[in-house]
């Protein structure tokens, strides 16, 4: 049962351009959203996250936008770094819950020197 | 800046054998959690902890698997006999609200 997808295994970008990856979800009851980042040999790094009750929220070069009709999130980065390289992964928690995170399957981001 | 720290950081064992999985969550957190990644595959929720007791658990949370916190600072994960599918990298995380902090992880093989 794939509630959070991120129909995306891999993304390329040339540095200083935007990244953007994408996330769908089919849960209506998740009211909040995280990106998480992640290298390998080492655990999720949380980068940001959104409530269902806004539609953007922005952080240094990262922002999140939530369209909650069409269940969709994404995370945008600008201007993107070789050090951005790594899998990116969108999680949902839903509402009432002991903030349990869903995560998606991950989206391998590389950024072109 | 403060970090949640997990030991050992790859642990092999024999199917059967119990295994007792350490974190040291963030000191101010109040919640804790249990999560695994089988390799290939996504990370999956296992366990939920606050106020010393399990708030949620998943389906693969089943008797096999243990929590506590037996003092202030420790929160572990046992798996009572391991079985070859428990084989994962295992991520402690904990929060206050809002966004979950990961430790690092420990790799279980189990042979």
């Known amino acids: 049962d794939q509630q959070v997808k991120q129909n995306s295994p891999s993304l390329s970008v040339q540095e200083g351009r935007i990244s953007i990856l994408n996330c769908d979800y089919t849960n209506s009851m998740f009211d909040y959203f995280l990106w998480y980042k992640k290298y390998p040999a080492e655990g999720p790094t949380f980068l940001i996250s959104?409530?269902?009750?806004?539609d953007k929220n922005e952080d240094g070069r990262f922002t999140v936008f939530l369209n909650k009709s069409a269940k969709h999130l994404s995370l945008h980065i600008v201007p993107s770094q070789p050090g951005d390289s790594a899998v990116y992964f969108c999680?949902?928690?839903?509402?009432?819950?002991?903030?349990?995170?869903?995560f998606g399957s991950g989206t391998q981001l590389t950024v072109l020197p | 800046e403060p970090e949640v720290t997990q030991t050992p950081s790859h642990q092999v064992t024999q199917m059967g054998q119990e295994v007792i999985l350490r974190c040291v969550p963030i000191s101010n957190h109040l919640y804790f959690y249990w999560y695994r990644q089988i390799l290939g595959q996504k990370v999956e929720f296992l366990v939920s902890f606050y106020n010393n007791e399990i708030s949620e658990k998943s389906e693969i949370f089943d008797d096999q698997f243990s929590v506590e916190r037996p003092d202030g600072s420790n929160f572990t994960l046992k798996i009572r006999s391991t079985k070859l599918e428990d084989s994962a990298m295992y991520f402690c995380a904990s929060n206050l609200g809002g966004g979950q902090f990961f430790g690092p992880g420990t790799r279980l093989t189990v042979l």
């Open positions: 999680a949902a928690v839903p509402s009432g819950s002991a903030r349990q995170l869903t």
């Open positions: 959104i409530s269902s009750i806004k």
